[in-house]
């Protein structure tokens, strides 16, 4: 079995309140959505975090045995830290990074990260807009 994960995290100022949004498919039906306020975060914080969450629901639901996972982030920036493209040299991004490749490894299914334009992640985005929304 393999997973399709859309993700994206924002924040209303840089930093300023913060969410993230996640999509999960398998084969090509949702088989869940979150979007949760996150606090005071930056931009790069939220989408890391959305990431984690996405993966914190992997876990709960116990998605085993799966032959890969493959995230689509609007943050062409994070997907290249998480793929090792590019050092990632950001203190309070390095912890997050770390997480995420902690939790991918007790999940030991392969990763993948792309790169997706925002106008193709909608879905994602406007669950962290609800979050945002919901806290104004």
Do not use: W
């Not at 995230?71 to 990632?88: A, R």
Request: hydrophobic residues 40%; contains cysteine; aromatic residues 8%.
């Amino acid at each position: 079995m393999e997973l399709t994960i859309f993700t994206d995290g924002g924040a209303r100022g840089n930093p300023g309140p913060a969410a993230a949004g996640v999509v999960i498919f398998c084969r090509k039906k949702i088989i869940c959505q979150a979007g949760i306020y996150l606090g005071r975060k930056t931009n790069n914080e939220a989408e890391y975090l959305a990431v984690k969450l996405a993966l914190d629901l992997v876990e709960k639901y116990g998605q085993s045995k799966l032959a890969a996972i493959n995230f689509y982030l609007d943050s062409q920036l994070v997907v290249s830290q998480l793929e090792g493209k590019y050092k990632i040299k950001a203190a309070n991004l390095k912890p997050l990074a770390v997480a995420v490749k902690k939790q991918l490894q007790r999940l030991k299914s392969p990763a993948h990260f792309f790169y997706h334009s925002r106008e193709k992640n909608k879905l994602a985005d406007s669950l962290v807009n609800i979050a945002l929304d919901c806290r104004d």
